[in-house]
């Protein structure tokens, strides 16, 4: 009913900006919240930033507070995460997710994944 492309990965030095979009074709609801994840090899994925449709309330990992910033534009059905002091932690395949209930964890929906890599 929802599929997520998720674009704007590539190979970027530390220090530098990235911005990734996830484009959600179908319908989406008030209700939704959406999600960035991220995994690098042989890591768990974790989480990283989210935000609710309707409200636009944000939530942040430690590890990239101050850093990143997840926004979306409702008309375009487009989430966008602006990476910002880029640094070789960062290096991951990087995944939108949509939970159809803000307010449980289950994600209902999962993009293809698009990588970052951050050189030293």
């Known amino acids: 009913q929802v599929q997520l492309v998720e674009s704007g990965g590539g190979l970027v030095q530390a220090g530098d900006s990235l911005r990734l979009s996830c484009a959600a074709s179908?319908?989406?609801?008030?209700?939704?919240?959406m999600d960035w994840f991220r995994q690098a090899p042989g890591k768990e994925r974790e989480f990283v930033a989210s935000i609710t449709w309707s409200g636009g309330s944000t939530r942040y990992a430690d590890s990239v507070l101050g850093r990143f910033t997840i926004s979306r534009d409702r008309a375009k059905n487009t989430m966008y995460l602006q990476m910002n002091s880029l640094k070789p932690e960062d290096t991951a395949v990087y995944y939108c997710a949509v939970r159809k209930r803000s307010w449980d964890n289950r994600y209902d929906y999962w993009g293809q994944g698009t990588q970052v890599t951050v050189s030293s």
């Open positions: 179908g319908r989406t609801f008030s209700t939704y919240a």
